[in-house]
């Protein structure tokens, strides 16, 4: 039997990830990525393991409990099934240059290209391949995928079904300008489904931008080099990163303007939506279904967002920004499921900043987080249904109503302060006074100790930096706590009172849970949350810019409903 000998160091290595580090199942933090040993014949001890002899042009492979004398064996070659346009030429510029130089144009788009009514499968795996890092995300991500769109526009991915596909999905690289990715079924896919990543210059001669004076029309394309204006409509996407964990249904770095209207997502390793940035903002998720989510990893949600680094970015009026001036993201009339390993069915992580999530359904999961700096969060009107109880991978529960987690509730203007009103959340456990915390904040320096006038007495009450009002909660005793660091207090005493306006949460109830009417009041309340109002004309008036190939028409139950052309 031969005798393998392997040197290395753990620390070192891997590409899966950006940051350079992974954490194992056990939660602890390592330096390096996983290691891999291929074609070592006295290995194979396991379904779907093979060994190829190059002498002998032998393979050998274990079958599994699906193989029969039928079984045809498929290796695939090629990571790339369709290339539509070509990568934009380099600009080739000195470190020091300025952005109003002039530098060869980007090519000629393609324009108006259809993929429909295909079946894509058996391109080859691309998790050993070599990433990139799109931005200041955790995500390492290779330039491949089924489909690879480069410097497009208007081009429509339809009705087609991708399966058994060992790398990406379909890549969106450098400048899209609305893509059309609609009615598709992606199933047991090596990687992500789908994936956009756009391209920035250097931030040099910052200093030196009038941002008030119009950036010439012919340097547009340069700068707008990233994908815009994506539908991602419709969609089932399911048994995604076979391969990589760090996978989604739908992952976007440097990239603006995303709508994600009506898709189901579910089964994957780790968030099922991804944004690894805050490039430009004016995303909007829409009547979207996610579930079964971080089924692999943990220290995640079903949809995760990242907001590290600030971007300059040519807005659609052609004058400079410079995020966080940016368009807020909206995330409304979702089902999110936090099951799985998943903590919060929105991760706002580190620094992730100006979003409006409203008229949702949480079940299983924490409410509003905050965490590393984040900002300029509007959590309205959902609905929060927490089962911490359910131990996760890393022995954490899910998270309370307000969360504000290592350096959460630092706020550099009053406008940029998160705002928690108007929601239900339900917290399933606790049945004792001052055991349910309805509101944590990690660091006491968030918090405040203020003193008040109440009742002709001075007193004084713990005053946390989230504007909070009008909500709801729910806990099986009937009574929450509220924790600022190692201090402890009683929701009803420090947080709402008689006065009110001056203490945190004005408007808001507390009351304890009757579990037998619980789940059909959480029904009734959820499809009202998710069905209520004219979506029609609520999703026409968000969306960003028109487009003929949305139209509506009539179902069969005679509502008004949207559908593609």
Request: charge should be negative; charged fraction near 20%; aromatic fraction near 10%.
């Given at each position: ?50 060994y ?59 324009k ?66 609305e ?24 931030m ?9 004076k ?40 440097k ?24 490039f ?38 052609g ?54 700096g ?23 529960k899910s998270?309370?109503?307000v ?107 507390i ?55």
């Open positions: 039997m031969k005798h393998l000998n392997i040197s290395f160091n753990p620390h070192i290595g891997g590409n899966q990830g950006a940051r350079g580090w992974f954490v194992n199942a056990t939660g602890q933090c390592l330096g390096g990525g996983d290691y891999f040993i291929e074609n070592f014949k006295e290995a194979l001890d396991f379904p779907n393991e093979f190829f002899d190059a002498d002998r042009k032998k393979l050998y492979v274990v079958a599994n409990s699906t193989w029969d004398d039928n079984t045809a064996v498929v290796i695939p070659k090629l990571d790339i099934l369709f290339t539509i346009g070509k990568k934009a030429e380099e600009n080739n510029r000195e470190k020091n240059q300025e952005f109003n130089d002039t530098t060869p144009p980007h090519p000629v788009p393609v108006a290209v259809t993929i429909a009514n295909l079946k894509l499968r058996d391109a080859r795996p691309t998790f050993l391949d070599p990433h990139g890092v799109p931005s200041a995300g955790d995500w390492a991500l290779q330039q491949s995928a089924a489909i690879l769109l480069q410097n497009t526009e208007r081009v429509t991915i339809q009705d087609n079904l991708f399966k058994r596909l060992d790398g990406n999905g379909i890549l969106l690289l450098n400048s899209n300008v893509t059309l990715i609609s009615r598709n079924e992606f199933a047991f896919i090596g990687d992500t489904a789908m994936a956009a990543w756009g391209e920035t210059e250097y040099n001669g910052i200093d030196k931008i009038d941002k008030k119009p950036v010439p029309a012919k340097l547009h394309a340069k700068y707008k080099n990233q994908p815009r204006n994506t539908y991602i409509l419709h969609n089932v996407v399911r048994e995604v990163g076979y391969y990589e964990k760090q996978s989604s249904a739908w992952f976007q770095a990239t603006s303007n995303s709508i994600l209207f009506g898709n189901l997502f579910f089964n994957g390793p780790r968030a099922g939506v991804n944004f690894n940035d805050n430009g903002g004016g995303n909007l998720m829409l009547n979207n279904i996610i579930f079964n989510q971080c089924r692999e990893t943990a220290d995640h949600g079903p949809v995760n967002a990242w907001d590290r680094m600030p971007f300059l970015y040519l807005s659609e009026s004058t400079w920004q410079l995020a966080p001036e940016q368009l807020p993201n909206t995330i409304a009339k979702n089902f999110i499921l936090a099951n799985g390993n998943a903590m919060v069915s929105i991760d706002n992580d580190d620094g992730s900043g100006f979003f409006e999530i409203h008229s949702n359904f949480f079940p299983s999961s924490g409410g509003l987080k905050n965490d590393f984040g900002r300029a969060k509007v959590f309205d009107n959902n609905l929060i249904v927490s089962y911490p109880e359910v131990t996760q991978l890393f022995g954490w998270y309370p109503c969360q504000m987690d290592i350096d959460g509730g630092f706020y550099t203007k009053p406008e940029l302060k998160d705002i928690f009103r108007n929601n239900v959340c339900i917290r399933m456990e606790g049945k004792t006074n001052h055991s349910t915390p309805v509101i944590k904040v990690q660091d006491a320096r968030a918090c405040s100790h203020e003193k008040i006038k109440n009742q002709n007495s001075s007193s004084e009450i713990l005053k946390i930096q989230v504007s909070l009002h009008g909500n709801i909660y729910g806990t099986l005793s009937g009574v929450g706590e509220v924790k600022c660091g190692s201090d402890k207090v009683d929701w009803q005493t420090n947080f709402v009172g008689k006065d009110a306006a001056k203490l945190n949460e004005k408007g808001s109830k009351f304890k849970i009757d579990t037998e009417k619980l789940p059909i009041q959480v029904i009734s309340y959820a499809e009202k949350l998710l069905m209520g109002g004219d979506h029609v004309s609520w999703a026409k008036s968000i969306f960003l810019r028109s487009d003929e190939r949305l139209v509506s028409t009539t179902a069969d139950d005679g509502a008004e409903v949207i559908v593609f052309a």
